[in-house]
């Protein structure tokens, strides 16, 4: 190089006399010269270009994750677009091997179609869609999923994806067979028609050749589907794999609540954002800009804003300068504003949970559905989220193994990532030896018969990538789920202290009736006199307010029996009361009072004296297998087999009412 900079900076002039070119300047023309050179090789990238190459941020990393990822994201957008219409889902999802790992995939749904012109840009354009800038609850937010999945079914068989889509009853169907031009980031239409689609009144079909790999087992697309049908109990769900069949069937006729769009709150804005707010804003003054475009903000919060900011309130929002606006971000963060509106999230509800959980679980016959918690909305960063908890306990579940976890944001199942996931590390901080599940060295993931489910629902769930598979470590979110799991832990700490006492005492009384009639009998032979009455002496040894339930499931109906029986000293007077849903009730004998969340019945009873009620109630497998008892108005330490009633007994049924 030394050599070649040398020569190069003797050279000769036109009159052939040596001219002399000092070595900066060579070195400047070479810099120069090379700068220009980079210059040529930098090019514009699209983000379907971006999303080709770095496939795995998506979620197409791996043969068994790619076929998942497909399926997830047809069936949110479908679920959603059935939503938004106010149609109960009816999902079918397709998957036939065409060759060695290439598979096709069919995902249909009964939702309103989509307009022809709009077609190639839902299924073709990433990042369109028209949920990105909405501030609710949604499935599907950046516009990426389905047009990354004909995006990555293009890139690895190279075949277009067919859409058949069909917007009203007697209409033709729209038939579209497309690409994706990733330089450009635009949809290629390879071919178009249309057809006749008798299968349904409206709806839409996506057919997609991918690569990849079918597996069994807790990352599979049987396991999505299961826990979607979990959390979205107002679907029905047909799964064709290879020649099976599966289906899941709504256990509820209810569409979640339909949520409302909101505007941005102050805690939560950005000084980007902001600044990008003012220059585009139509407001003339800012304290009108602050109460136009910002939710929760009030003409005082507003004044208060811009006192704390000193800046004019009727400064022009366009005027504003960037240290202004600085000042203004900070001020947000001081002044006390409410918590952004929760009717942009749609909870499932407890009583849904519970729903959802018996419809797909009853294969492990459950002893126990500890009741669910949903939490009261909080807010992260101006970002509205409420945080559901389920728990199911015993039957047939291992007892030595971890307990299985089922997370879910925005009731969209989370099968990847668990370590990494704040739902995970939420459970592993919980003390779960205390609420009798077996817990190693008093941290990290319980083991025991049971299964633990945990739903965040948010206007923007912080995910850790775009793939969308574990929930980022929010201070906030951690600190709610840890709350809903301790209330459900604490329901379960009752439900074994309920269980193991109830079996001593009737291990206690089969003894204690065994024993006492035999001691009667031989004391009364020996003393020649007839064998006297022991309900008085039983009553005495037991000292227990007996309240037992049993059940038989037949044909879409149970047939139930509540028993109490006083094997107190003194005559009990209190209240029972069964959780039970009013619309299931076929007959009660005898009647008792609606009371609640469920029926209410007065007892007086006498030492010795039982009681029995009896009911016949309408339900599926497993609702009424174990039922919720409570007692109020007796001593909680002499009772076995119902707990003390809670406190939001009444309340909680309103808040039910309101989530469905």
């Not at 990433?126 to 890139?155: K, P, T, W």
């Not at 475009?293 to 005082?300: L, N």
């Not at 009873?605 to 108005?633: A, V």
Request: hydrophobic residues 35%; contains cysteine.
């Amino acid at each position: 190089m030394v050599l070649f900079l040398n020569v190069l900076g003797a050279c000769f002039s036109p009159c052939g006399r040596n001219v002399y070119i000092s070595m900066p300047y060579v070195q400047t023309m070479l810099n120069e010269n090379i700068a220009e050179v980079l210059a040529e090789r930098q090019k514009e990238i699209s983000v379907s270009e971006f999303f080709e190459r770095n496939k795995h941020v998506l979620g197409f990393d791996s043969p068994v994750k790619s076929l998942i990822t497909a399926v997830k994201e047809g069936v949110d957008n479908a679920l959603d677009a059935c939503e938004e219409a106010e149609i109960l889902p009816d999902l079918t999802v397709e998957i036939r091997k065409v060759e060695r790992n290439e598979y096709l995939i069919a995902i249909q749904d009964n939702g309103p179609g989509i307009v022809k012109r709009n077609i190639p840009k839902v299924f073709g354009q990433l990042l369109y869609g028209s949920r990105f800038h909405a501030i609710r609850q949604s499935r599907g937010q950046q516009g990426i999923g389905i047009s990354g999945v004909v995006m990555y079914s293009q890139l690895t068989t190279g075949r277009p994806a067919r859409i058949l889509s069909k917007t009203a009853k007697k209409m033709a169907a729209n038939e579209v067979f497309l690409s994706i031009d990733t330089k450009h980031n635009r949809p290629e239409v390879v071919k178009e028609d249309v057809v006749l689609w008798d299968e349904t009144e409206h709806g839409t079909r996506v057919e997609v050749y991918i690569k990849g790999r079918l597996l069994k087992g807790r990352q599979s697309v049987y396991e999505y589907l299961r826990r979607t049908a979990i959390v979205n109990p107002h679907a029905r769900i047909i799964y064709e794999e290879e020649g099976k069949k599966y289906i899941f069937e709504r256990a509820t006729d209810k569409l979640p609540k339909k949520t409302v769009e909101i505007r941005p709150h102050p805690y939560g804005v950005e000084l980007g954002t902001l600044l990008k707010m003012l220059k585009h804003s139509k407001n003339r003054q800012i304290n009108a800009f602050l109460m136009n475009e910002f939710s929760r903000v009030s003409a005082r919060v507003a004044e208060d804003i811009c006192s704390a900011a000193e800046i004019d309130p009727k400064k022009k929002p366009k005027e504003i300068s960037t240290d202004e606006a600085k000042k203004l971000v900070n001020a947000m963060k001081k002044v006390k504003i409410m918590a952004p509106p929760s009717d942009c999230l749609s909870p499932i509800g407890a009583h849904l949970i519970k729903k959802g959980l018996r419809n797909v679980l009853d294969e492990y016959s459950p002893e126990y559905y500890v009741p669910p918690i949903t939490r009261e909305p909080a807010v992260y960063s101006g970002n509205p989220f409420q945080v559901e908890v389920g728990m199911v306990y015993g039957g047939n579940l291992p007892k030595d193994q971890q307990v299985e976890i089922l997370r879910f944001a925005n009731r969209v199942p989370l099968l990847y990532q668990q370590g990494a996931c704040a739902i995970t590390h939420a459970i592993e901080r919980v003390k779960w030896k205390q609420y009798g599940l077996e817990q190693r060295s008093g941290k990290g993931i319980p083991a025991g018969p049971a299964i633990i489910l945990v739903h965040v629902a948010s206007t923007r769930v912080p995910f850790t990538s775009e793939a969308k598979e574990a929930v980022a470590d929010i201070p906030e979110i951690i600190e709610e789920i840890d709350k809903g799991l301790k209330e459900c832990a604490r329901h379960l700490r009752l439900h074994i202290k309920k269980q193991e006492k109830k079996k001593k005492v009737r291990d206690k009384f089969e003894i204690v009736q065994k024993i006492i009639p035999e001691i009667a009998k031989k004391s009364a032979e020996i003393v020649g006199k007839p064998v006297p009455p022991i309900d008085k002496t039983i009553t005495k040894i037991m000292g227990v307010l007996w309240v037992d339930y049993e059940s038989k499931y037949a044909k879409g109906a149970f047939d139930a029996k509540i028993t109490v029986i006083n094997y107190m000293e003194k005559k009990a007077k209190f209240s029972l009361y069964a959780e039970i849903e009013k619309e299931d009730i076929a007959s009660i004998s005898p009647e008792g009072t609606p009371d609640g969340r469920g029926i209410r019945w007065e007892l007086k009873l006498e030492p010795t004296e039982s009681f029995e009620i009896s009911l016949k109630l309408r339900g599926e497998r497993g609702d009424y297998s174990d039922m919720e008892l409570y007692t109020d108005g007796v001593n909680q330490v002499h009772v076995v087999g119902a707990e003390p009633l809670p406190g939001d007994w009444t309340l909680e049924k309103t808040k039910i009412v309101e989530v469905n």
